[in-house]
């Protein structure tokens, strides 16, 4: 079965320093990878995807970057946080199947607190 | 601009009881919705889904309606139950991209 990691589950950080967030995926080969964010009371917003290494889409011109060195590890940086960069930063899977839309599916998400 | 849009942020159901919660879209190109579950502090987890040739689809308390003409889904919970408390998010797709877009989600609670 598929499994999907992410850490840290939780971090605090201080605006001006670096992020790098980091998500595995077990279980599959060839996904599509992804990463939301979700601001507080606010729904799932679509950062970057993936749909092979070292390819990389961006959704929003923004703060951070994203990276796939490897088929199934997805990583989200940035240089120098802003406070605009706090919440719940959530990894997702699906099977990459060239035309179809398939169920993603996430992993437990981290909480990044920038103050 | 919104392409997906959840317009009730909570809703409150008594046990027992069906819920129903509401998701509106604007683009007909999307052929493929689900509906997602998410606990605070968790990532969503997927629930069920329906493709655009279908008008319906059950799977057990969870059923999910599509009205194309309307540009409506709505997924219904029969009966409720105080554990299906959580925040409900639908999701639409096209073939074409192969993404997800989210609506802003509904807080479901169910009173015992």
């Known amino acids: 079965s598929q499994t999907i990691h992410q850490w840290p589950a939780t971090l605090v950080q201080p605006v001006g320093s670096p992020l790098s967030l980091e998500c595995t995926v077990e279980?599959?080969?060839?996904?599509?990878l992804y990463w939301y964010r979700q601001a507080a009371g606010r729904g799932l917003q679509l950062l970057f995807y993936s749909v092979g290494i070292g390819q990389i889409s961006s959704e929003v011109p923004q703060n951070l970057s994203a990276s796939r060195p490897q088929d199934r590890q997805f990583i989200l940086s940035s240089k120098k946080l802003l406070l605009s960069d706090s919440g719940f930063y959530l990894c997702?899977?699906?099977?990459?199947?060239?035309?179809?839309?398939?169920?993603?599916?996430f992993g437990p998400g981290t909480r990044l607190t920038v103050l | 601009d919104q392409q997906v849009k959840q317009n009730s942020p909570s809703l409150s159901v008594q046990e027992g009881r069906i819920s129903i919660l509401n998701c509106d879209y604007t683009n007909s190109m999307f052929d493929y919705f689900l509906w997602y579950k998410k606990y605070p502090a968790e990532g969503p987890t997927f629930l069920i889904s329906i493709s655009s040739i279908k008008d319906k689809n059950e799977d057990g308390r969870f059923t999910v309606f599509l009205n194309k003409s309307a540009k409506h889904l709505s997924l219904h919970i029969v009966p409720s139950q105080p554990g299906d408390s959580a925040v409900y998010f639908c999701?639409?797709?096209?073939?074409?991209?192969?993404?997800?877009?989210f609506g802003q989600g509904t807080t479901l609670q169910v009173k015992p």
């Open positions: 279980g599959t080969s060839n996904p599509n």
């Open positions: 999701a639409v797709g096209s073939g074409n991209t192969g993404k997800l877009i």
């Open positions: 997702a899977w699906s099977l990459g199947t060239s035309g179809i839309v398939n169920e993603q599916f």
